[in-house]
């Protein structure tokens, strides 16, 4: 991966910055955030970066001279995109704080690709079928959804897995969803640890796809992510399923 973000001297040495809101990490740019940069010229609609946190997928495209709405709960990420901006890019940004789903209302069939990356774990459940139903409402035809999560299979969370493969096999929506003590489970460094919160809705490819096809997307790629390509943080490291990604279509 090669795209220059222009935020990589941010970057802790264990390759991710730490948000200022207690919603986990900006990572380095992933083989998904990479389709999105290069789906972005053709993207028959709006450009956006659902929690973009400082800019790492939003970046690269500005510099493309293309155009992107970059989202996040936390304005003070968005200040700080805005900063990381080379000035000649700044007209092609523009920034829209809030919380997703709820706070956002775009028109209906006007967005052409959408990246959520490392975004939709901090959602209930709830609100992540209010965001899916959001999304197919707001995709053009032809447009894509882009999406990286963490999955339950990560080594901090291992003891968790067997009561998500419990709930999974039984039947549940969303399998992994832990209210008010992921740190009854969590056991990776207390720097990882702090910057969490203690509600957390890791994804897995099943419930994601089911999700999205059941909305009429069509799936173009569901997969687990290298680690090594993707430089997925050693610390959670489990058995190479740490992070899934999907990318999915709307149809005509
Ligand atoms: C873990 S970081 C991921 C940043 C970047 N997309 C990446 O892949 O590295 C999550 C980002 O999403 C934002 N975020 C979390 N929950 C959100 C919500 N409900 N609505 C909008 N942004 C949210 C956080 O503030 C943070 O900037």
């Known amino acids: 991966m090669n795209k220059s973000s222009g ?31 290069d ?21 690269p495209i500005l510099k493309q001279g293309i155009e992107v709405t970059a989202c996040d709960i936390e304005q003070e990420h ?12 700044r007209l092609f940004l523009q920034t829209k704080a809030g919380s997703f789903p709820e706070d956002y209302n775009f ?13 939709l774990h901090f959602l209930t ?14 995709v053009a035809p032809q447009g894509k959804i882009f999406i990286v999560s963490y999955t339950p299979y990560i080594a901090p969370m291992k003891d968790f897995i067997p009561l998500y493969e419990e709930r999974a ?4 929506k969303w399998p992994y969803w ?13 720097e990882v640890a702090e910057n969490l919160p203690d509600t957390m ?19 173009e790629m569901a997969r687990y992510l290298d680690p090594d390509k993707n430089q997925i943080p050693q610390g959670v490291r489990f058995d190479g399923r740490e992070w899934c990604g999907v990318i999915a279509r709307q149809p005509d």
Not at 16 to 28: A, D, K, L, S
Not at 107 to 119: F, P, V, W, Y
């Open 39 to 59: 789906f972005a010229h053709q993207a028959p609609g709006m450009v956006v970066d659902m929690g973009s946190a400082f800019g790492i997928a939003t970046i």
């Open 125 to 138: 459940p709830e609100k992540l079928d209010m965001a899916l139903d959001k999304l197919s409402d707001w």
């Open 78 to 89: 968005l200040n700080e995109l805005i900063l990381r901006v080379p000035a000649e890019c």
């Open 201 to 219: 809705n890791y994804l897995d490819l099943p419930s994601l796809s089911k999700a999205l096809q059941s909305r009429g997307f069509i799936i």
């Open 7 to 37: 935020g990589d001297k941010h970057f802790h040495k264990q390759g991710f910055e730490i948000t200022r809101n207690v919603r986990g990490f900006m990572h380095q740019l992933n083989e998904i955030s990479v389709e999105f940069i």
């Open 107 to 119: 028109e209906k069939h006007t967005i052409g690709a959408i990246l959520l990356s490392h975004i």
């Open 169 to 172: 096999l039984s039947g549940m």
């Open 178 to 190: 832990i209210v008010n003590n992921i740190h009854d489970y969590f056991t990776g460094s207390k």
